[in-house]
């Protein structure tokens, strides 16, 4: 699902798919060696027990977005930057800083998208479906990889691991990719393809976690003047 918007910015609809349709997430595997018998599972078990214990996650970020539906060569990627925040259950803040300031923020039930040079923020219920449908359902220690999804792995003999997820199930997207630092299990960046197989990486920088997000982080209010628009539910 994308989000609808009247009016269309530069960025606005890759901001709008970094968490739709994707966030946030190309992402180049690392290298093509045969996998370890037990990689793939070793690895997404180390990501499931590291993110289960994990309250909170802030970080510096860079969203790349390739949409290979409209011919897009490699120079063609759209390019953002910012911060983003993650705390249980299902809060996020996501602050865009480059290449124009935007914000989407979830309180765990609600999402906004507010986007201050078109004056106007999109809010939407925030179900299970959008988490699984940006992969980043994990940071927020959500989902079972394992039972969800078929998990491949490239790069066994690396310290990063690139980590294949295809849904088991029926999904609005084709597959996520995590890349993943093996002997932690710090995912350090995470993809999305689309079913048109556009893609969306976002990179992780400056990773802390269990730092204590004030409550009011994953709380928005309209400011004076900008047109709020309601939307449905994500599938």
Not at 166 to 176: C, D, I, N, S, W
Request: proline share 7%; aromatic share 6%.
């Amino acid at each position: 699902m994308r989000l609808r918007a009247p009016r269309r910015t530069a960025m606005s609809k890759p901001r709008v798919r970094l968490l739709l349709s994707a966030l946030a997430l190309a992402l180049v595997a690392a290298g093509s060696q045969a996998a370890e018998p037990d990689c793939a599972s070793d690895v997404a078990g180390r990501v499931q027990r590291r993110y289960e214990k994990v309250q909170d996650l802030s970080a510096h970020f860079e969203q790349t977005t390739r949409r290979v539906s409209l011919g897009s060569e490699p120079g063609d990627a759209l390019v953002a930057r910012g911060e983003v925040v993650f705390a249980k259950p299902g809060k996020m803040r996501w602050s865009y800083a480059s290449p124009e300031p935007s914000t989407v923020v979830s309180d765990g039930s609600t999402l906004w998208v507010y986007d201050p040079q078109a004056k106007e923020v999109q809010k939407l219920p925030l179900g299970a479906g959008y988490l699984s449908a940006a992969g980043v359902q994990f940071l927020l220690g959500e989902g079972r990889l394992l039972d969800e999804f078929r998990v491949s792995a490239s790069g066994c003999g690396d310290p990063i691991v690139v980590l294949g997820l295809t849904p088991k199930g029926e999904a609005q997207y084709e597959r996520l990719e995590m890349r993943v630092d093996r002997k932690s299990g710090v995912v350090r960046e995470t993809a999305v393809v689309d079913l048109f197989g556009n893609r969306t990486t976002i990179a992780f920088d400056e990773l802390r976690e269990n730092t204590g997000p004030a409550p009011d982080l994953f709380t928005f209010t309209p400011p004076a003047g900008v047109r709020v628009i309601s939307l449905p539910s994500a599938p």
